[in-house]
């Protein structure tokens, strides 16, 4: 990811539109910036149980978070939407990479990003929290959204 | 409200549909209790920003939460969207009593509430944070989500 | 309960002292209503976990919420700590029934709560989620909070 | 930061003991990646009050957000409590580089840390958003962190 410039909409094959809550607003006046993490774990948690397979209640595998991180570009407050897009940096043989843009709704295709962040999920065994390889199905999932 | 029977969706003149997020789920795999009157504060603020003119930022007339209350009858989880409906019990000269059911989303007319909430607000005085009438515009907002 | 009079800190047997957060602050200054829900879910399960037994990982009876309630009296703020005292109002078959009331702490005894709730469990088991009896050992746990 | 190996207790000059919360759990029986943020941001705005005497309600200079980041190397759960070690990384003109360790409390020496992290605040005018030098006083208490 570049450090200084925001991701532009057009960068992410998909999107989740959010709706921002009351608490998320700080002191500031201002979407807090912890806040912005729930949302994006959302997003990509959403993909992972509708598309890629994911049981969160009872499936053997489940995804943990190993690594986030995010720039702050400029300021979302609730009431308004938030679109967080999403797209696949990196499948490793047990990880994946996400690149997550979060913008005000609706986002037009050259918008850029008042966020930049992104996640890594390492696929594991829900018992014994090892590292797991992807099966094909969740691999192919994932491998559609590489943007 | 009655103590045994959840609402019916056809009782709320009015709803917010909101996405749940990934943090709602708690251990046992439902929406936490707790996270339930988040998503009834931002029903009821969004409809007082857009609707009753309250401007949470800047504005010299504020509500705050006085009493709240929920009763819990099915559970309701992560990631199904969350229908808000809301409906004016009551408004005092200072006052609201707002109902809020909680439904999953998309609710039928005759769809049972998974939780029926109240939740008061007191209108007040941004800087001295006392009680204040409500304007003549603020009332008749209110007055149109009596059901 | 008494509906305008806030509990003193002396009716309350046991108090948790719990840490506010940057983002229990909301857009006015103040802890956000949703939040106190929060510390008293958290108060109450420390009890549940630490004194009766309860296991919320894998043990075979969970305690679920049915009813929720809280009167604002008065306003906290980040960074101040809080207590979160607790007394059982009444123990059913299956069933318990707290009063929590907030303090800035450390509370003297004859400070007044800055909010008073309730907060209805019921036992159920973990499988069936249907209710179940409370054992020996947890109903003699939540007697002693019988205050 | 070394990307691989987790920081050490004594690494960190000083550390807040939170509590942590019975929603900071997720479904998979851990604290969420998200609630990290909100235990960091706590611990260092106690800081900026505390000792760097920020003004949250009031005060004519703010501390926003711009970069965040976390590696999760093991988990936390509550009901334990949480020490969110700080240390001072780099104090530019306007902003400061914050590195923290999450660690079950109470963590001795040599305890690795469960969570590194690291927090980038720029001091701004409250009103015009703009970033402002650290006031000598500031920037002192600020100093005293360095690690």
């Given at each position: 990811m570049s450090r200084d410039l925001p991701s532009l909409r057009?960068?992410?094959p998909a999107a989740y539109v959010l709706a921002t809550r009351w608490?998320?607003?700080?002191v500031y006046g201002h979407?807090?910036?912890?806040a912005y993490y729930g949302l994006i774990d959302t997003a990509v948690n959403r993909f992972m149980i509708a598309?890629?397979?994911?049981?969160?209640?009872?499936?053997p595998l489940i995804a943990l978070v190993v690594e986030t991180g995010c720039r702050y570009h400029s300021a979302l407050e609730f009431p308004q939407d938030i679109e967080v897009a999403l797209r696949v940096e990196r499948i490793g043989r047990t990880s994946v990479t996400w690149n997550a843009g979060l913008f005000a709704?609706?986002?037009?295709?050259?918008d850029p990003a008042a966020a930049d962040a992104h996640f890594i999920h390492v696929l594991v065994?829900?018992?014994?929290?090892r590292p797991a390889p992807w099966p094909d199905a969740m691999r192919d999932a994932l491998a559609e959204m590489i943007g």
């Open positions: 057009s960068r992410f608490a998320d607003n700080d979407i807090n910036n912890a598309r890629a397979g994911i049981d969160i209640h009872a499936g709704a609706p986002a037009a295709p050259d065994d829900r018992n014994t929290r």
